[in-house]
């Protein structure tokens, strides 16, 4: 009787830690219907990927979105409108979860601690002095990230294929040069369409020069895929001190494989955001021929 008691015990017990990762997603996302909640596995952990189909009788295909590093697949601003309104254009969204642990100039990690990965232990107080980082430090955190968006964008393909048609990948801020860099080293599927957000890449100027990636700008000169680089006035400094130089460089290429934008994109003013997906849309018929 004890033994059955304990059988009962250990099945319900399994079952819990079996629902744990959905429940603390339908927490986080209290505000979402719960089909829109999918998952991919990354480094052996689930990583939230939330996914709406289209909300319109044309059916272009699927555009996925990866804000800036350190937020969540709905981040607030420009991220959420668009996975929320370019569903009624002709696309399904898929937004994953963006890569944790970008290094920041107040964080303090131990470096035994940078390789444990899977564990958020890039997720630092502030409260810390500002570390001098050395190369092999920041190398080992920019390849921890990469590695946590490759493995979560080559996981895409049977997500991507309930929507079939043309593929958009949109990137955001930091992510953006990340996905840059694997787009160009061909470790990611290529989308027939990549858009970038205020791209840049923090503190590579840090990094032994043997070690270091070319930049943004000289990656995408080397790229087919059709570009739209939209650049706000409130970026990152970095992305708007480097857009220049996007533009010159890409300027060798055609209209249809290569457009930058000046916009406003912060939290107080919405209709940029109307604005970047008015570009997107433009963009993206251009290059699909509809």
């Known amino acids: 009787m004890q033994l059955g008691r304990l059988s009962q015990l250990l099945i319900v017990s399994i079952s819990i830690l079996a629902t744990m990762p959905f429940t603390q997603a339908q927490q986080q996302y209290a505000h979402l219907s719960a089909d829109e909640i999918k998952f991919v596995t990354i480094d052996g952990k689930q990583s939230k990927v939330l996914v709406r189909s289209w909300q319109s009788k044309k059916h272009f295909g699927s555009v996925t979105i990866i804000a800036a590093s350190d937020t969540d697949a709905d981040a607030a601003g420009l991220a959420s409108y668009l996975r929320t309104t370019i569903n009624s254009r002709g696309w399904a969204s898929i937004s994953l979860t963006p890569a ?128 739209l680089d939209i650049q706000s006035s409130d970026a990152h400094p970095n992305s708007m001190e480097q857009a220049p130089t996007r533009l010159h460089l890409n300027q060798v290429k055609s209209a249809r494989y290569y457009r930058q934008y000046q916009m406003s994109l912060d939290l107080s003013n919405p209709s940029g955001w109307e604005e970047a997906l008015d570009q997107i849309e433009g963009f993206a018929r251009t290059i699909i021929g509809r």
């Open 100 to 227: 944790k642990g970008l290094y920041r100039p107040n964080y303090a990690t131990k470096p035994e601690d940078i390789t444990k990965a899977g564990t958020q232990q890039l997720q630092l107080s502030s409260n810390k002095s500002t570390p001098k980082y050395d190369s092999s430090q920041l190398l080992e955190l920019r390849n921890f990230q990469q590695a946590s968006l490759n493995e979560a964008l080559n996981q895409l393909s049977s997500t991507t294929g309930l929507f079939p048609g043309a593929q958009i990948l949109i990137v955001i801020d930091d992510s953006a040069g990340m996905i840059t860099n694997l787009l160009y080293d061909k470790k990611i599927p290529t989308p027939d369409m990549l858009v970038l957000i205020n791209p840049y890449r923090e503190y590579e100027y840090l990094i032994d020069p043997q070690s270091q990636r070319k930049s943004i700008a000289e990656q995408l000169v080397a790229m087919s895929i059709p570009i």
